[in-house]
C-alpha cells in the first residue's frame, strides 16, 4: 500500500524537518559546552510539564516548557554557588524532576495519558495545529539563535574573557536555557520525552568532522538531522517501526558511517 498521498504521511515529514533544523543547530552548543546531560535533565523535567498541564487543564506544551525553564533556571542558579558539581546538580534535577512527574500523574484518576507517545514521541499523529506549534517555536528558537549566536559563541569559548568583553553571562545562559525549553516542548510529540536528547547530540556530533568553523557545523547539523528524519520516518513506513525512534536510530547509522566511512577534516 502506498502511502506517500497520505496528508498524515506529508504532515509528520513537515513536523520532523521542522524540528530538525531547529534542534540540530543549537544542539551544537549543547555539544561544544559539553552539556549532552543536561538535555537528559531538561528532556525529564519535561514529563513533570506533561503532568502539571494535564492538573491544569492547560496545553501539555505550555506545561513542559515551563517545567524545562524552571529547572533550568535552578540549574544556572545553582551553578552561581559551585558547592556541588555539574554532574551532581544535573542528577539531582533530572531524576527529582522525572519521578515528581510520574507521582502527579498517579493522582489525576480521571484523565488517561498515553505516557508512551510521550516519552518516545507519536510524528504519525501530529496535527496542523501541533505543526503551527513547531513551526512557531522553531522560527522563534531560529530568531533568538541568530540574535545571540556571538554571545552564545563568546560565553561557550572562554566565559571569563566574554565577561571582561561586556557579555552579561548570565542573561545569555537564560537565554540558552529558554531556546532548548522551546525545543524540548516542540520535539516531545516528534521523538519523545527520552529521546530528545538524540536530536541535540548525535547531528551536531555527525557533523563536526566536517565543519570548519562553527557556523558551518551549525548548517551540516541542520541537514544530518533532516537526512535522519526523513530516512526514519520512510523506514517507519516501510517496516512499521516506531516512528521516533527509527529517527534516532537513523541519525546514529548516519554518524557511525560518517565516523567509519569518511575521513576527518585537515
Same mark, same amino acid.
Given at each position: 500500500?502506498?502511502?506517500? /498521498?497520505?496528508?498524515?504521511?506529508?504532515?509528520?515529514?513537515?513536523?520532523? %524537518?521542522?524540528?530538525?533544523? +531547529?534542534?540540530?543547530?543549537?544542539?551544537? &552548543?549543547?555539544? #561544544?559546552?559539553?552539556?549532552?546531560?543536561?538535555?537528559? =535533565?531538561?528532556?525529564?523535567?519535561?514529563?513533570?510539564?506533561?503532568?502539571?498541564?494535564?492538573? %491544569?487543564?492547560?496545553?501539555?506544551?505550555? $506545561?513542559?516548557?515551563?517545567?524545562?525553564?524552571? =529547572?533550568? *533556571?535552578?540549574?544556572?542558579?545553582?551553578?552561581?554557588?559551585?558547592?556541588?558539581?555539574?554532574?551532581?546538580? @544535573? $542528577?539531582?534535577? !533530572?531524576?527529582?524532576?522525572?519521578? @515528581?512527574?510520574?507521582?502527579?500523574?498517579? &493522582? *489525576?484518576?480521571?484523565?488517561?495519558?498515553?505516557? &508512551?507517545?510521550?516519552?518516545?514521541?507519536?510524528? @504519525?499523529?501530529?496535527?496542523?495545529?501541533?505543526?503551527? #506549534?513547531?513551526?512557531?517555536?522553531?522560527?522563534?528558537?531560529?530568531?533568538?539563535? +541568530?540574535?545571540? #549566536?556571538?554571545? %552564545?559563541?563568546?560565553?561557550? +569559548?572562554?566565559?571569563?574573557?566574554?565577561?571582561?568583553?561586556? *557579555?552579561?553571562?548570565?542573561?545569555?545562559?537564560?537565554?540558552?536555557?529558554?531556546?532548548?525549553?522551546?525545543?524540548?516542548?516542540?520535539?516531545?510529540?516528534?521523538? /519523545?520525552?527520552?529521546?530528545?536528547?538524540?536530536?541535540?547530540?548525535?547531528?551536531?556530533?555527525?557533523?563536526?568532522?566536517?565543519?570548519?568553523?562553527?557556523?558551518?557545523?551549525?548548517?551540516?547539523?541542520?541537514?544530518?538531522?533532516?537526512?535522519?528524519?526523513?530516512?526514519? @520516518?520512510?523506514?517507519?513506513?516501510? #517496516?512499521?517501526?516506531?516512528?521516533?525512534?527509527?529517527?534516532?536510530?537513523?541519525? !546514529?547509522?548516519?554518524?557511525?558511517?560518517?565516523?567509519?566511512?569518511?575521513?576527518?577534516?585537515?
Amino acid at each position: 500500500m502506498n502511502l506517500l /498521498g497520505e496528508p498524515f504521511v506529508w504532515r509528520a515529514l513537515a513536523a520532523g %524537518l521542522g524540528v530538525a533544523v +531547529v534542534a540540530a543547530p543549537l544542539g551544537c &552548543f549543547v555539544v #561544544w559546552r559539553r552539556m549532552a546531560y543536561f538535555g537528559d =535533565t531538561l528532556s525529564h523535567a519535561a514529563l513533570l510539564g506533561v503532568a502539571l498541564g494535564v492538573v %491544569l487543564d492547560v496545553e501539555p506544551m505550555l $506545561g513542559v516548557m515551563v517545567a524545562a525553564l524552571t =529547572t533550568g *533556571v535552578l540549574l544556572v542558579g545553582l551553578q552561581r554557588f559551585g558547592e556541588f558539581a555539574i554532574d551532581t546538580v @544535573l $542528577g539531582i534535577l !533530572a531524576h527529582s524532576t522525572l519521578a @515528581l512527574g510520574v507521582v502527579v500523574l498517579s &493522582f *489525576v484518576e480521571s484523565v488517561r495519558v498515553d505516557l &508512551f507517545s510521550y516519552l518516545f514521541g507519536d510524528i @504519525l499523529a501530529v496535527t496542523g495545529g501541533d505543526i503551527g #506549534w513547531i513551526l512557531a517555536g522553531g522560527a522563534l528558537v531560529l530568531g533568538m539563535l +541568530v540574535f545571540l #549566536w556571538r554571545p %552564545l559563541l563568546a560565553v561557550t +569559548v572562554h566565559t571569563d574573557l566574554a565577561q571582561v568583553e561586556g *557579555v552579561s553571562v548570565t542573561a545569555v545562559r537564560l537565554a540558552f536555557v529558554l531556546l532548548l525549553a522551546i525545543v524540548v516542548a516542540v520535539a516531545m510529540r516528534i521523538v /519523545g520525552i527520552l529521546l530528545i536528547t538524540s536530536l541535540l547530540v548525535i547531528p551536531p556530533a555527525t557533523a563536526r568532522r566536517f565543519a570548519r568553523n562553527p557556523a558551518q557545523m551549525a548548517l551540516l547539523a541542520a541537514l544530518a538531522a533532516a537526512i535522519a528524519v526523513s530516512a526514519g @520516518l520512510g523506514a517507519s513506513l516501510g #517496516w512499521d517501526t516506531p516512528a521516533g525512534p527509527s529517527m534516532v536510530v537513523a541519525s !546514529a547509522v548516519l554518524f557511525l558511517l560518517t565516523v567509519t566511512l569518511a575521513r576527518p577534516r585537515s
